[in-house]
């Protein structure tokens, strides 16, 4: 079973369809119980950073840490990659889970934020994206959906980058811990391409 | 790099699409559902899902037929028309829409898109305005006024304090329809989305009077429009979106083109 962890930020609908629509059994939850039995574990979340304080109130931030810990994969989307990383400057008093470092800042002056609609994907020539199971068959250049006006810093384990205002990090992937800064569920064949991988991902 | 979309807008009465296109082995041309995916299969990079159902029964009919079409879509999907209230957004979102797209209850009651965009998120909200120049005025395009009932009443708004007030409330996105092009198929009204892009910094879909590849791709340019919006042009054949997107491409505007 695949937990799709609820904490009121925005709209899991597409999420669980798309799940639904690769065979998955995907259940939308707050209960840290539930996260803890998952099989996998998907943190969606479109909105502000400040909402994944919720995470930790709540005693999923502790379940999510364990699972993770356990070698259970997680998939973090849009705001759900950003709290991987050590924090957002949208909530500095907010802190993220620290498993990527730096902090997530707001598109430059000059850059126009949002930045909404279908940019496209380049691999970084060190991890290639053929090393990354995530991006397994998805070709350079292909394009996703991204909604958002904060960007994760290019990292170690960027495995893929996107060009807006300079690089940002579209995907990252360490171990059993990966996530995507666009929305798959949004990005048609690329997308469900990029969900598929993490569906079949086996530890 | 950021493409421009192309939006294909379905108008739909009573839970079927009204002057659809006409696909040769499409069976069913009135079902939103399977237009949907044809124009997704094609290359659109977002679809729209216009209510006009003028009666209150309808919005059971609507929220039927919005399930049905997010059901096989993939790319981003927006419902419009007959939304009053965050109730009747909630609704809509649980259906499956992505984003909500929200006029005259806009107008009648702006601490709408606040409400909204709290509980969804600002990029979940968009709103439309429907625009008319003022002849009168000595900058018609600049004094363009608000107007409601497709395009029967005027508002007393400006479109570009009422743009950016939209923007301040936390809208994610503004679709602007020019009154005075659309349906003539003799262009975007490229001069008004030029300055209403140019007063917010969301993104503007432009929308009425699309005819030719050329009108596409002088919104993108001289309108600095993110987006465009067609309904009219993909009805008879004019254009479909693989080939207006091929030629968009060829022109030197950034198009996602489908696989």
């Not at chain 1, 539930?34 to 930790?56: C, D, M, N, W, Y």
């Not at chain 2, 600002?122 to 439309?128: D, G, P, T």
Request: hydrophobic residues 45%.
């Amino acid at each position: 079973m695949i937990a799709v962890i609820d904490y009121k930020a925005g709209n899991l609908t597409s999420v669980i369809k798309a799940l639904g629509a690769l065979g998955a059994d995907a259940v939308s939850t707050e209960d840290p119980a539930v996260v803890r039995g998952a099989s996998k574990i998907i943190l969606p979340g479109v909105g502000h950073f400040q909402a994944t304080r919720l995470l930790e109130q709540s005693g999923l931030t502790a379940a999510v840490r364990e699972s993770i810990g356990n070698g259970v994969p997680f998939l973090g989307i849009c705001v759900g990659l950003q709290w991987l990383y050590a924090g957002s400057t949208e909530a500095p008093a907010v802190h993220g889970l620290g498993i990527f470092p730096g902090e997530c800042e707001h598109f430059p002056a000059g850059v126009q934020a949002p930045h909404v609609g279908w940019n496209s994907l380049a691999f970084p020539a060190r991890s290639g994206g053929a090393d990354s199971l995530l991006m397994r068959g998805v070709s350079d250049g292909a394009f996703v959906y991204y909604t958002h006006s904060y960007r994760p810093p290019v990292v170690e384990h960027t495995v893929a980058v996107t060009e807006y205002g300079g690089p940002f990090s579209a995907a990252v992937e360490r171990g059993n811990v990966m996530g995507v800064q666009f929305h798959p569920e949004k990005s048609g064949d690329t997308g469900l391409r990029v969900l598929r991988n993490f569906l079949e991902w086996a530890c | 790099m950021l493409t421009k979309r192309i939006i294909a807008c379905l108008d739909v009465k009573d839970g079927r699409v009204v002057k659809g296109v006409q696909f040769l082995d499409l069976i069913d041309a009135g079902d939103p559902a399977a237009l949907a995916k044809r124009h997704a299969l094609a290359g659109a990079d977002e679809i729209v899902l216009l209510d006009i159902t003028a009666t209150h029964e309808g919005r059971g009919t609507l929220l039927e037929a919005v399930a049905r079409t997010a059901r096989e879509l993939f790319v981003p999907f927006t419902v419009g028309g007959g939304i009053r209230s965050a109730e009747d957004a909630a609704a809509v979102f649980n259906a499956g829409a992505d984003k909500i797209s929200i006029n005259s209850a806009a107008l009648a009651d702006p601490g709408l898109i606040d409400a909204i965009g709290r509980s969804f998120g600002a990029q979940a909200v968009v709103v439309a305005i429907d625009a008319r120049r003022d002849a009168e005025n000595k900058d018609p395009v600049g004094a363009a006024g608000v107007y409601v009932h497709g395009g029967r009443k005027r508002t007393g708004r400006g479109v570009l304090e009422w743009a950016r007030e939209a923007e301040s409330r936390g809208a994610g996105e503004i679709l602007l329809t020019s009154m005075d092009a659309d349906g003539t198929r003799q262009g975007f009204d490229c001069e008004l989305t030029a300055r209403v892009s140019d007063a917010v910094r969301i993104p503007v879909i432009a929308s009425g009077g699309a005819g030719s590849v050329e009108h596409f791709a002088a919104v993108f340019t001289r309108g600095r429009a993110h987006a465009a919006l067609a309904a009219g042009i993909f009805h008879f054949g004019v254009a479909d979106v693989r080939t207006l997107k091929q030629e968009l491409a060829a022109a030197g505007i950034p198009m996602r083109l489908p696989c």
